[in-house]
């Protein structure tokens, strides 16, 4: 197969395999948003059921002390009338305060019950909360990544012959060297001649004397 063929061939490979990687991407970002939105519509059904639940124990703890101030009364009623020496009057006040304690004993049974409910709400709104930030996080991540491979795909399409990604960072520095070459080979050139007149004592006898006839030349 010749060269070109081949490395369109290779190109149209690579494209199909990003036009993959773009649909999954896509599809695992409309799942993600879809069970965000499941989560969120549950979060909110939780945190009416808890504010619900904080509303039964609080109107049941209001009843409970309404309860405790009549069993006071009552009392107040009993003691009143054994001081008055009134039995029957002593004794149905007495049947109220064992009426209102029993009372007040279902209440507080049945307060504890919705203090259990509401501390199960708050933990399951906990819940969903900690999930719901997750998969927002997720789904932060998966978009920008998403976008991270559409913009990569467009500079491949966009890279001329078969250079489909951005040069590596090596082999830019290898090419810089190459060019910077015939500067360091000048260099070089130079250091040699350096050295060839080093080994030659009249060339620089030589040398010197030219250097102090151009100087007195710019003297006069």
Do not use: C, W
């Not at 209102?100 to 969903?128: K, N, P, W």
């Not at 795909?153 to 001329?160: E, F, I, K, M, S």
């Not at 090419?175 to 910077?180: E, L, P, W």
């Amino acid at each position: 197969m010749p060269d070109t063929l081949k490395t369109l061939f290779k190109r149209i490979q690579e494209g199909m395999e990003g036009v993959a990687d773009a649909v999954l991407g896509d599809r695992a970002e409309r799942l993600l948003d879809e069970e965000i939105r499941a989560i969120d519509d549950a979060l909110h059904g939780a945190r009416g059921e808890h504010a619900a639940a904080k509303a039964r124990r609080v109107a049941n703890e209001q009843h409970q002390a309404a309860i405790t101030a009549r069993i006071g009364e009552a009392e107040a009623r009993v003691e009143t009338a054994l001081k008055q020496g009134r039995a029957t009057q002593a004794r149905t006040a007495a049947d109220q305060v064992v009426h209102l304690e029993a009372e007040r004993s279902q209440r507080m049974h049945e307060g504890h019950l919705l203090g259990t409910q509401e501390r199960q709400f708050a933990h399951v709104v906990e819940q969903l909360e900690g999930r719901l930030r997750r998969l927002k996080y997720q789904l932060d991540i998966l978009r920008a990544s998403n976008r991270l491979q559409r913009a990569q795909a467009t500079v491949a399409r966009r890279q001329p012959g078969d250079a489909l990604y951005p040069e590596p960072a090596f082999a830019s520095a290898a090419r810089m060297k190459q060019r910077r070459a015939p500067i360091e080979g000048t260099s070089v050139t130079g250091q040699r001649k350096h050295r060839k007149t080093a080994d030659d004592p009249a060339q620089a006898v030589l040398d010197r004397a030219r250097k102090r006839i151009t100087s007195s030349a710019r003297k006069r």
